[in-house]
């Protein structure tokens, strides 16, 4: 069992930065990919950005290259760095992990939310 917990989501007008957090209750050592997904309201949740264990990241192409994926396995937390932010961006961003068993967990939300 693996818990997520986020955090980071508020409220940055256009053109501003956020960074999200996604902890893990357990080693991400032993998780395969971990990635960020968000739902705006009326919309289907969405892929962000994922990153692999072995660190090569992949991303929406609404996000490329304002977006950044990271993770840290010595603290078990994968990032989100956020640039230039649009109003579209307005979402709950979840954070989700595969584990190497192919078991899908998922954190509690953060919302964002980008004013015009």
């Known amino acids: 069992q693996v818990q997520l917990v986020e955090s980071g989501g508020g409220l940055v007008q256009a053109g501003g930065s956020l960074r999200l957090s996604c902890a893990a209750s357990?080693?991400?050592?032993?998780?395969?990919?971990m990635g960020w997904y968000r739902q705006a309201p009326g919309k289907q949740r969405e892929l962000v950005a994922i990153?692999?264990?072995?660190?090569?990241?992949n991303y929406a192409g609404s996000v490329k290259g304002r977006f950044t994926i990271s993770r840290d396995n010595d603290k078990n937390t994968v990032y989100l760095q956020m640039n230039s932010l649009k109003p579209d961006d307005t979402a709950v961003y979840y954070c989700k992990a595969v584990s190497l068993s192919s078991r899908n967990y998922w954190g509690q939300g953060t919302q964002v939310t980008v004013s015009s």
């Open positions: 357990r080693s991400t050592f032993a998780i395969n990919v």
């Open positions: 990153i692999t264990s072995a660190g090569n990241p």
